[in-house]
């Protein structure tokens, strides 16, 4: 897997787009990189995922850098209810392999 | 609806006894996963399945065993429980070859305190 690494914590105001970002500067070719959130005593929920191309989704939009070391995911009109812990991993091959995840950044929606 | 379940949201126990925690998914997939989650520690991942009676250490397998006898089942043990195993235990599932959907799906987590 490509490490990441992600502020620890970061404000957004209620409304605002929320920019969260993500480094993984030793990601390969074939590595996507996966978005999830964690909601307070909650499991955490998948939001997106992308290779190459910027992706979109009715949660969020993921930016990709085009050299692929850096992401971010994009959360374009931020709810109190997107407060949670974003985690950002870039696994080798998702389907077959453990998947790791960090610490991530805990988003707070300021009202 | 897509479903991970965990028996137990809540439990405590006390400190020698042996403990199951159960973990059923109604998708079919062939792969499932333990987490445990600590404070500042995020999710570090304790024993993962890639089919029924297979399974393979994660990061932190020590003071833990697993089973899988049936697909939709995982199950963690916790041979002789020490209060240091206090935590949140996530269970997870998602298809083998999911590089399509990147997704993995979470039960709601079972916070077991061992006092």
């Known amino acids: 897997d490509a490490k990441t690494t992600q502020p620890p914590s970061m404000d957004c105001a209620e409304g605002r787009a929320a920019n969260l970002p993500c480094n993984h500067s030793?990601?390969?070719?074939?590595?996507?990189v996966y978005w999830y959130r964690q909601i307070h005593s909650q499991g955490p929920q998948y939001i997106i995922h992308?290779?190459?191309n910027n992706e979109t989704n009715e949660m969020a939009s993921l930016i990709i850098t085009e050299d692929r070391k850096s992401s971010t995911l994009i959360l374009p009109h931020a709810t109190l209810r997107d407060t949670a812990v974003y985690y950002c991993?870039?696994?080798?091959?998702?389907?077959?392999?453990?998947?790791?995840f960090g610490t991530g950044t805990r988003l707070t929606i300021i009202p | 609806d897509v479903k991970v379940t965990q028996s137990s949201r809540y439990l405590v126990k006390r400190t020698g006894e042996k403990v199951f925690l159960e973990c059923v998914q109604d998708m079919d997939h062939e792969n499932m996963f333990w987490y445990r989650q600590d404070p500042g520690l995020g999710l570090r991942l304790i024993y993962f399945s890639y089919d029924v009676k297979m399974k393979e250490k994660g990061d932190i397998p020590e003071g833990y065993s697993v089973s899988r006898e049936k697909k939709e089942r995982f199950s963690l043990i916790l041979e002789s429980a020490s209060t240091n195993q206090t935590s949140m235990y996530l269970c997870?599932?998602?298809?083998?070859?999911?590089?399509?959907?990147?997704?993995?799906?979470f039960g709601e987590g079972s916070r077991l305190t061992v006092l």
């Open positions: 030793t990601i390969s070719g074939n590595e996507y």
């Open positions: 997870a599932s998602s298809l083998r070859l999911a590089v399509n959907t990147g997704e993995l799906f």
């Open positions: 992308g290779l190459k």
């Open positions: 991993i870039a696994p080798t091959n998702f389907g077959n392999e453990k998947l790791t």
